[in-house]
């Protein structure tokens, strides 16, 4: 069989702003080294599909040469990876940009569909994880589906965030739910009890968003312009006339679309008890290698800290803190509970000096400042003595220089701060 893995990362990310204000969500920066779209891109490595496809919209400067300069398969392998950008094409070929994840992918189809593909999975540009996909690919082809979602259980509580489906004893999907109410009725919706007691209070099953399509069914999908998304429109529709199976996955997963839980996330991978680990040496995901200097530490107090290459913090005190590649934090800073996402470039002694002549700001942390509850974007320049402080119920707030969203203080790429600001 061959395979075709369609990633989705054309979304205007307006959930995620203002880190996607100036690039692509999938090109967001994660864990202080990686970004998004390394996750799914290194779990189709892992899982020995290597014909990837990347369909991208707005914003996509970055992310186009981050793929570019990381993903390089060599001249003996048939791997590659595509990256298909929205596009006008005139009569007959559209002239709209894409409106909705199916319709992304019906307007690429004629690309993603070359040659011999005989299924074709979908997936997300935005979410935390890792997932063997042969074992998707294992499910689908077992129960003879046309289409199969891959599916997490969730509690009742959680199922009015998800599109919640039910499916028989042999594992077919026999309803779909978009997002119920709270008091929504969904005791039909509760798995087969075979398959309940591993679960716990766990007892329905969300979508991850993740599908494998056979071909011809996809195609077929396709051919209504109405429809626009795959949750919304496309499944639903193929429950009276396919055969749609459920794929269950019981390991950690994660949609970081939003800032709460993309802030939630990245501090998550600062405890020792996390629930997800980047490297595993079976399935590691991968990024651009930046052959960075080690990182250096001068007097520095540090605590659940996750630390990234080419570092340098003089006399800082850090706990629950994602250090970003390239971060520079001067003395007597206090940081906690924050995502600091580093720099693109190192600025070395005689442009600190140039800097100072001009009365411009060195990209990074200055003196005395404390951040607490905080995302601080790449290349921001914070002066001495500031007190960058977020609150839980705190007021969604914009100004070009800083934000406010859930309660989180976000100080966008490039911004620069003066010494004794306070927010």
């Not at 077929?220 to 193929?238: N, T």
């Not at 107090?301 to 996750?306: A, I, P, W």
């Not at 969604?396 to 309660?407: A, F, I, K, N, R």
Request: aromatic content about 6%.
């Amino acid at each position: 069989m061959s395979t075709v893995c369609v990633i989705l990362g054309g979304g205007r990310g307006s959930r995620l702003a203002p880190l996607t204000s100036n690039r692509a969500k999938p090109a967001v920066p994660l864990a202080g080294k990686y970004r998004l779209i390394d996750v799914p891109l290194s779990n189709c490595i892992n899982s020995r599909l290597e014909k990837i496809v990347v369909l991208t919209q707005f914003m996509s400067g970055s992310l186009n040469a981050h793929i570019a300069g990381t993903y390089r398969f060599d001249m003996f392998s048939k791997g590659r990876v595509d990256v298909l950008a929205a596009e006008q094409t005139g009569p007959g070929g559209g002239d709209e940009w894409y409106q909705g994840t199916a319709d992304a992918v019906r307007k690429q189809l004629g690309r993603i569909c070359r040659g011999d593909v005989d299924e074709v999975v979908i997936l997300s540009g935005d979410h935390l994880y890792r997932m063997d996909y042969q074992q998707l690919l294992r499910t689908h082809r077992e129960l003879k589906a046309d289409v199969t979602v891959s599916t997490i259980p969730v509690t009742r509580r959680d199922c009015d965030g998800f599109g919640v489906l039910a499916m028989d004893a042999r594992g077919r999907v026999t309803s779909f739910r978009e997002k119920p109410p709270a008091d929504a009725d969904l005791s039909e919706m509760r798995v087969p009890a075979a398959r309940a007691a591993s679960l716990g209070d766990r007892q329905y099953l969300a979508s991850m968003g993740v599908y494998v399509f056979n071909r011809a069914a996809l195609e077929q999908a396709l051919e209504s312009p109405d429809a626009l998304d795959f949750g919304g429109d496309i499944l639903p529709s193929m429950l009276n006339t396919h055969v749609v199976g459920a794929h269950l996955f019981e390991g950690y997963w994660e949609d970081i679309g939003t800032i709460s839980s993309f802030f939630e996330a990245n501090l998550r991978l600062t405890q020792p008890d996390s629930p997800f680990r980047f490297y595993e040496p079976r399935a590691p995901i991968y990024t651009r290698p930046r052959f960075l200097p080690p990182s250096i530490l001068h007097d520095t107090r540090l605590g659940d800290v996750l630390l990234s290459d080419g570092v340098l913090l003089d006399g800082a005190e850090l706990h629950d803190v994602v250090v970003g590649v390239r971060s520079r934090v001067q003395p007597g800073a206090r940081i906690t509970n924050t995502v600091l996402m580093g720099a693109d470039f190192y600025e070395d002694d005689e442009q600190r000096t140039r800097n100072a002549a001009r009365g411009v700001l060195d990209v990074g942390i200055g003196e005395g400042t404390i951040i607490d509850r905080a995302i601080i974007d790449k290349n921001a320049r914070i002066g001495a003595n500031c007190v960058i402080r977020g609150e839980v119920g705190r007021p969604d707030q914009h100004t070009p220089s800083w934000s406010v969203v859930d309660g989180i203080i976000i100080v966008p790429k490039n911004a620069v701060l003066p010494e004794g600001t306070v927010i």
